[in-house]
């Protein structure tokens, strides 16, 4: 068979495995979105081979790889449906994400990507995989993976608010305007980062700590990494200036529950916090720059109440603990870091629910009584003139809530019951939030037939 | 191990030259550019237009916030040269063979709005037709 033969021949293979996967109703939405557009880019991928000539080698490439990223999605979507993740945690997010991951289309002039989630094996495998700008793609898919161990931990899925800033920073508009927001106030003021120069520096000083240049000298050894080819050869630049702007979309994004989660997922893959990745500058310093900015924002200053306030300094304490205590971790200094704050929160004001709304002592204290006292948290109090009463509650409010809660050491519940008790919460709240909205419709629609008679 | 090592090129611009040309014919057969498969070359260029006004070439796969892969010091050869780079030398140049010494915001927004409306099925004046067909033969001939 001739390749063009053969690559014609996967067209079909692939058209009868979109048949029997996305023709069904799989997931929350459906799928018929997905497959129209699973069926547009195998329709415009066949019709390329069918003009392509057999000698063709760089078109017929072309078409194998637009093919073989088309399969891999279709059966990404079909995984999906397995349901093996938090779906009331998803529900919320994906309002989120949609909201901040809408763009301007050659079809709509703002249109929301497609959303699917499925669940993968290990840690490491919290992700959000937007598709590239230059891919086979009409409409935008947005895979958002879970670990598949951390079903119900929905505290710890918070940390999806960094992965959710790579989302956007894809989008070429909002990469425009977020980086001239980090270059002129993070990167260009700073002495360690304003350059490739200035980060080998800082990195190769003899100031850094013990375990970043025994770290240092093994990518020396193993590898020949050394302070000439650190960024030509090993690590990516622009990606480490990345990491640091997604890091405070996250904590905007998801508060106080972000920076918890950042503190125990990193820390657990490399508790040194010294050793930098190809990608990812060291954890320490991106710890140390968040924690500022929480401060600057004012979360640690909201006043509780004696009951709830040792609960809520044990969870303070336990971030502040986190905090590298060695200068070489402080890279930026505290006018440039609340200056960037401050930038990127007058970007994401411009998407709606993308900034975590300032939480009150008010709101959050009755949140934590109740996982305190093992009930999922909701909003909903008793009142003796009212009777029972149930109002709209943030579901960021709910997960910052369960952080107090799990950091108590009053009243102590383990970690798995506190994220099973707010994962609950957060469901019983969307029915909650159903509910309200059905009965203002159903009010608004009273009123508009009042006014008619 | 997988059955094969495929190494893969970069191929951006065999894709964008490709894509230019099914535009700048789509440009004369409306019906066509309606269709599901015509949207794809369509919005790629209209993507590929707004990275160009933004300045925003940024278009990679990256891993996850956890992600640790093991550096083996065989890791795929870094390009001489970004993706992008003469992608976007060959849209200055086809803007300005085109457009003259019309601003580039300007120009951009007149090609979006003629994708926009072969995508809408939506009627482009004779001046609008003939300056993207220009301008999409241009920049397919320009980019190599």
């Excluded at chain 1, 891919?135 to 940390?159: C, D, Y």
């Excluded at chain 1, 990193?266 to 050793?275: F, I």
């Excluded at chain 2, 964008?16 to 919005?43: G, N």
Aim: proline share 5%; glycine share 4%; with cysteine.
């Amino acid at each position: 068979m001739k390749s063009k033969d053969f690559l014609l021949c996967e067209c079909k293979n692939l058209g009868l495995v979109l048949e029997e996967t996305l023709r069904y109703e799989y997931g929350l939405d459906g799928s018929r979105e997905f497959y129209e557009e699973c069926d547009a880019r195998l329709q415009l991928i066949k019709g390329e081979l069918n003009n392509t000539d057999e000698a063709d080698s760089e078109a017929l490439s072309l078409s194998f790889y637009a093919l073989e990223s088309l399969s891999a999605l279709i059966c990404r979507i079909e995984r999906s449906s397995l349901g093996e993740y938090s779906w009331p945690f998803v529900e919320e997010f994906k309002e989120i994400s949609e909201a901040v991951c809408t763009e301007p289309t050659s079809l709509k002039p703002s249109l929301p990507p497609k959303v699917h989630v499925l669940s993968e094996g290990g840690l490491s495998s919290y992700q959000i995989d937007v598709e590239a700008n230059r891919s086979f793609a009409k409409k935008r898919i947005l895979t958002i993976f879970f670990p598949r161990t951390l079903k119900h931990f929905v505290l710890l899925h918070t940390i999806l608010g960094h992965e959710i800033g790579h989302a956007i920073f894809s989008f070429p508009k909002f990469q425009g305007d977020l980086t001239k927001i980090l270059r002129t106030n993070l990167i260009d003021p700073n002495d360690k980062f304003c350059n490739h120069n200035a980060v080998v520096d800082w990195l190769y000083s003899s100031k850094a700590p013990n375990s970043a240049q025994v770290y240092l000298s093994l990518l020396k050894a193993e590898y020949e990494i050394d302070p000439q080819n650190f960024f030509l050869s090993f690590a990516e630049y622009d990606a480490w200036v990345e990491e640091f702007l997604c890091d405070f979309i996250g904590l905007l994004m998801f508060g106080p529950s972000f920076l918890a989660a950042l503190c125990d997922l990193l820390y657990s893959t490399e508790p040194s916090g010294a050793k930098v990745g190809q990608e990812h500058p060291p954890t320490g310093c991106r710890v140390n720059m968040l924690i500022v900015a929480a401060q600057h924002i004012g979360y640690d200053q909201i006043a509780f109440d004696a009951e709830t306030k040792p609960h809520v300094e044990a969870f303070w304490a336990s971030i502040y603990e986190k905090r590298q205590k060695d200068v070489w971790f402080d890279v930026f200094t505290e006018e440039q870091i609340k200056n960037t704050t401050n930038a990127i929160m007058g970007f994401l004001s411009n998407h709606a629910k993308a900034l975590y709304p300032m939480p009150s002592a008010q709101e959050i204290k009755p949140l934590v009584n109740q996982i305190i006292n093992q009930i999922p948290p909701v909003g909903y109090r008793f009142t003796t003139e009212k009777g029972p009463e149930h109002f709209e509650i943030d579901f960021r409010h709910t997960l910052y809530a369960g952080w107090i809660a799990a950091s108590n050491t009053q009243f102590p519940i383990p970690f798995d019951t506190v994220n099973r008790l707010c994962e609950h919460g957060i469901m019983q709240q969307r029915a909650i939030k159903e509910k309200i909205a059905y009965k203002k419709a159903k009010e608004a629609k009273n009123t508009k037939l009042e006014a008619k008679v | 191990m997988s059955i094969m090592s495929a190494f893969r090129q970069d191929d951006s611009s065999a894709m964008y030259k490709r894509f230019a040309y099914l535009v700048s014919t789509y440009v004369d057969q409306p019906e066509v550019a309606a269709t599901p498969a015509a949207q794809i070359p369509l919005e790629n260029i209209f993507r590929l237009l707004e990275m160009y006004r933004y300045d925003a070439f940024k278009d990679e796969n990256r891993s996850g916030v956890l992600a640790s892969r093991s550096f083996s010091g065989r890791n795929m050869p870094r390009q001489s040269k970004a993706w992008h780079v003469d992608i976007q030398q060959a849209l200055s140049q086809s803007l300005n063979n085109v457009f003259g010494n019309v601003p580039s915001n300007q120009a951009i927004d007149e090609l979006e709005d003629v994708l926009r409306g072969l995508a809408n099925d939506q009627p482009v004046s004779k001046q609008q037709q003939t300056h993207a067909k220009d301008f999409f033969n241009n920049f397919h001939q320009v980019l190599v």
